[in-house]
């Protein structure tokens, strides 16, 4: 990927949760090409440190942690490693997240004869599953910025970005804790603005739309590759008609964390979905 516009990070530290992850790890690049240190945080130490190997025989500089999002001491103890190679963090992007089947519903809608059907409805879904998916999501945005934030205070262009979703401006069927959960990261990246307007960090957020991964690949294609009925109500809500590719996020991503670019935007949530939360269906 060669960008197609100039955002000078020079000697920014830039930490990035969940940055072994499909999206997370394409703005890891980009932000990387913009001459910032990349620490790539992620869970699976091995896969953080083989993404940041690929990075640096690419000509940049990154480093791979370990660190769990849901575990405050790992948190300290990745900063800690981070402050040691890199230096103070000028810039967090909280990526990690995610949803899990035990939180999801088979049905959209509850039907009277659901009993008979064999099927996991809202009476069914597992609240461990529920409060994993929901911990992911926000403490897991909450715990990395009360650790990495502290790096921060009374520093110039230092500023936070979150990873919220469309969800978190309507609720999508199926997914009510990871609907809930985008929801409360939206809001957190507002009150976090406000709480830091005062010692010079800017904390926003991007929405994606819909981006066929992994993640949510049972929802959107069945067995065979062809798209579900969900797939099909999908792109017939999105005006440009199709699904987001990660090349998307990248421009608003540098935008927001450059504070040349963005020094006088904090609190905001930029949708990146080709129009679907602008299409009344008509």
Known sequence: MQLPFTIDLKDKVVVITGAAGVICSHLSRAIAQCGAKVAILDRDEAKARQFADELNAEGYTAKGFEANVL????????REAV??????????INGAGGNNPKATTDNEYAELDDATKGIKTFFDLDQSG??????????GTLLPTQVFSQDMVGREGCNILNISSMNAYTPLTKIPAYSGAKAAVSNFTQWLAVHFSHIGIR???IAPGFFSTKQNAQLLWNADGTPTQRTGKILAATPMGRFGEVD?????????ISSAAAGFVTGVCIPIDGGFSSYSGV
């Open 83 to 92: 402050l040691k190679e890199f230096g103070k963090c000028d810039i967090l």
């Open 203 to 205: 904390v926003n957020a």
């Open 71 to 78: 575990i405050k001491d790992s948190l300290k103890k990745c």
């Open 248 to 256: 998307d996020l990248v421009g608003a991503t540098l935008f927001l």
């Open 130 to 139: 529920v409060e994993f998916v929901f911990n992911l999501n926000f403490i």
